[in-house]
């Protein structure tokens, strides 16, 4: 359970259950903190396809193919983080919603 401590320290991830203690987590935030996770590991990923299409477009030298080529891979990382943003909304509401119940 090495790994849960190393990302529980990680901004965002504060609320990961304590895997040694059952009587503090249950299945709902096990599958919270996999979402956590998920949507954080989505972002980066996103992130880095921005920088690197970025660094093509810069690298391109002109040329029109491999401008647009950059140019559509940073539209379509720009989405997905977009998709990430909207659907870690989405959580917190219906998360919010469920335990307010």
Known sequence: MEIIKILGDL????????????NKWSEASAIASIFQVAIAAAGLVAVAFIVINAIQMSTSNGNPEKVKKARNGIIYAVIGLIIVITAEAIILFVSGNVKAS
């Open 11 to 22: 901004p965002g991830l504060k609320n990961l259950p304590d895997y040694n203690n059952p």
